[in-house]
């Protein structure tokens, strides 16, 4: 069978099938048997600030009832977060110790301060490597595009100096310039970029007149953004690129692979298939690497890459046809 | 203090041995001082009336005690109890005021206060070969430890480590639940020359070790953890941190340990010793030894 | 309850007094100020009580602005329902002693809740002043401390009368103010009740936590003779589960039990530097201070000193800790608090004298790293500003970081008062008992009775976090829930028994 080792998050991966952080990822049993599946890593559940957030105030509802001592009320927050930090470095911990897959912790907090905090933390319980999902949603009009992305690149810097594991980020594509953002991102020293996360969606539902959520789970047709990114910038970054979003089969992963992602993401496919579908896409794509003639993943990745210094109009054209095709 | 010269401590320690109240236990008045055995200059061993918690005590409990009202609250693990007399023995080393106070006790007299069991109690099981690393007075915790893990059906190999022959302590106890016991003194004065982790390497690589407790000063539990670390061996460490109440109140005595901040009362004393911040228990260690020091003048000055 | 009330009220002598003054002329009188030390003065002693209390015409003067209403909404802001226009009333007429009794009718503890109740959040805030006049209310705290020392002083403390002995035994677990308001209940119903105590002392957070500046221990103690003269016993060093556990308790006769174990683990804030010499939690400052007398030389226990202390906190264990280390000798003693004085949970009268005594306010300020020097001794914290955004489910407004204002102040000793987490020695040694998340024992809020019916709970295990008069409450509340328990499982042995 080809060797399907790629390397992602600063390690070296037995597969470039990546299980997301998704709510299954937070499942002890579950992380086992995407282990046994063979993925190549397993990023887990998010820690949410906004989680923890949703959950202190629903215990200090709950706890208003009981009048408490005010004073055991004014740090409330602080326990909170806490005893969420406490149950995730213990999932790292039991992670670790039930597989032998690296384990990639991930947070996804609001605030520049929470993040530095929670990430030593995670290196502390034993985390391969770190994702930071950054997840500013630029819908205040007041604050210019500057102090948008500031936000990333000094999270960013923060983290890198707290901690000594491989650092990747998970992003939106809501950049006026994506693809210098992307670009001048790849050079903070993260070891690897994931595009893109998915947002909660909010829809509206005409018969109630009321705004709802959307379907959390991706479609198969959403890759095309990510794969026309990975294909436009994966030469262009000073660190490995996966792709997230929409990643439900091999033939999927294998496009990605051409553009010159190192690895994939998935998680909707594994709710809807269960984590079989992990091996499934391994040997569909040992089976059509072997049909290629390809024995490693590095001789076909980026093949399909829009070049750097060859970004001659030919190819870009080309690339353009690629997508055209495809999507319009 | 001048040095006694050993033929007069040993005099001394026999003696004291002989002293025994003259009263029936039932007239014991609580936490009245029944036994004293004067180990070296420094080290006291005190056998003390508790009844309750003799009977309740387990390996690695501990104990806190006020001796008067002007009296700290001081920790000490149990080393010993009887439940038939009702006593639980003690081993006190000098370091502060009220430690010094309470080793010039003599039997007859009472502590005013004395509470425990405290702490979570060893997991004595079955294991296989366990070795037994005790420095200093850090053996007489670990004498409750050994004794169980020998009759859990273990074979236990012990190194006891202190600087010179007389600060070994309580040898005879721990053979007594040992299948071989290796002295190591930093002169050489008694047993081998050498350290702890010297004594225990040599076992390491002679045979199959499946656990081990390290018991002693901070220092030596931190480099018999890195040892057996080297080896995968999985290790246990009591930590003897500073304490107020000692019942999950004061935070005083808090450890990292694996990142997270754990609590010497409550939490332990014994964790997992490759998860200790050792560096950072020697400093905590040290928090207040300026203000021991200022009290130590005052009570001597 | 409305009946008896109503009873009480239309007794001769309240009739008469409400007829001696018109209520116009009542509402006319202002309200009295609490004489106290002067705050220059007082800083230089950590045992010299600040409030000095009222004299006996100031207090009957003050009595007199209570109007005895008909509807006497400020019970109903009292947890353990004091009869507090009855008490007022024999102050105004100069029965003090038998105001002092009205007290104890319902509270174990009166003189200590005179000093330490947030009267302004409680009696006060429902007084027909505040709610409907706009005016000062009653000082209605100032009178019950007056009534409960005036006994105290007058060498004839009264002891409530005690049912005939049931001899039925049952243990309090803890000795603070939940405690102690349940066994005096609970002894007055005639039961033989034990208080079970960790440590040394009886009297929990009211001897190792509030400072003598605040609750000197001899109002403590004569409280607490109070309780043994009516046949409650203290047994000191003893940790039930541990000492000995329920089952050997149970087969000693102990046929329910109330736990009050209070507060547990201090809470720190995780961030990094905390475990440098030099930071500690508010719970061992107080308890080196107050417990074991740390600050006087003749004790072994040592205290941290400094020129610059800071105590992270707003509540009413940050004043106390701040308070102490002035005393102690701190050039600069400063409360570090992350939202402003608004917010702050201490009792208002607490922060005031803060402010007198020259403690330092940096409000809307929140620590975030601490440094230290060679040896581990912090010498320097880093703290950033914040600012207030929406108001949470609480209904404060929340703190909020503003980026890029850190700066650092040089300190010698910090104080974190950020708050407790409940004892975790009894329900560890009871699996079956039911806790909630955050390690509170799960009670029925009528009866308090947990999981395990023999066993009741209340205060801090409780609640979290209780004020002394909410645990005093729910010590009462217990009481009643344990007698209805006991009286009905002894129906029941004597229907099982004649059935047979």
Known sequence: MANLTSQFFGLELKSPVIAASSSMTGDLEQIKKLAQAGVGAIVLKSLFEEEIDAQLQEELSKRKALEPDPEYMDYFDYIIRDENLKDYTSLIRQAKQAVDVPIVASVNCVSAVDWVVFSKKLEEAGADALELNLFALPSDVAKTNETSEQFYFKTIAEVLKTVSIPVSIKISHYFSNLAGMIQRLSETGVSGISLFNRFYSPDIDINQEEVVGADVLSNPSDYLMPLRWTGIMASKTACPLAATTGVHSAETAIKFLLAGANAVQIASVLYTNGAAVVTEMNQQIAAWMDEKGYSSVADFKGKLAVGEADATLYERAQFMKYFSQKSF | MARVPPDFTKTLLFLTCQIRLKNKNSDLTMYQIVEKESFSEKVVKLVVHAPRIARARKPGHFIILRIDEQGERIPLTIAQADKNAGTITLVVQKVGVSSTRLCEMNPGDSILDLVGPLGKATHIHQAGTILACGGGVGIAPLLPIVEGFKKAGNRVVTVLAARSKDLIILEDEIRQWSDEVIIMTDDGSYGNKGLVTTGAEEVINREQIDECVAIGPAVMMKFTALLTKKYNIPTQASLNAVMVDGTGMCGACRANVGGETKFTCIDGPEFDAHKIDFDELIQRLGGYMAEEKEAWEQANG | MKEYLKIERDTEWRVELRSQLKNKERTMRERVVMPGLDPLERIKYQDREVNLGLDEASARAEASRCMDCVNPTCIEGCPVSINIPKFIKNIERGEVLEAAKTLKETSALPAVCGRVCPQEKQCEAQCFYTLKLKKEPVAIGYLERFAADYEQNSGAVSVPETAAKNNIKVAAIGSGPASLSFAGDMAKLGYDVTVFEALHEIGGVLKYGIPEFRLPNRVVDVELESLENMGVKFERNFIVGRTASFDDLKEEGYQAFFVASGAGLPRFMNIPGENYN????????????????????????????????????????????????????????????????????????????????????????????????????????????????????????????????????????????????????????????????????????????????ELFAGGDIVRGGATVILAMGDGRKAAAGMNNYLQGKLKEQATEASGN
């Open chain 3, 278 to 453: 030099g930071i500690l939690s508010s719970n061992e400052y107080l308890t080196r201070v107050n417990l074991m007398h740390a600050a006087e030389k003749e004790f072994d226990t040592p205290v941290l000193r400094g020129k610059n202390i800071a105590v992270v906190g707003g509540g009413n264990t940050a004043m106390d800790s701040v308070r102490t280390a002035k005393r102690l000798g701190a050039e600069r003693a400063m409360i570090i608090y992350r939202r402003s004085r608004e917010e702050m949970p201490a009792r208002v009268e607490e922060v005031l004298h803060a402010e007198e005594e020259g403690i330092e306010f940096l409000n809307l300020t929140n620590p975030v790293e601490y440094f230290a020097d060679e040896n581990g001794r912090v010498n320097r914290m880093r703290v950033q500003k914040m600012e207030l955004g929406e108001p949470d489910a609480s209904g404060r407004r929340r703190p909020v970081v503003v980026e890029g204002s850190e700066y650092d102040i040089p300190v010698d000793v910090v104080v974190v008062a950020i708050g407790v987490s409940p004892n975790p020695l009894v329900p560890s040694e009871l699996p079956e008992l039911k806790v909630s998340r955050w390690g509170t024992i799960e009670v029925d809020p009528e009866t308090m009775q947990s999981s395990i019916p």
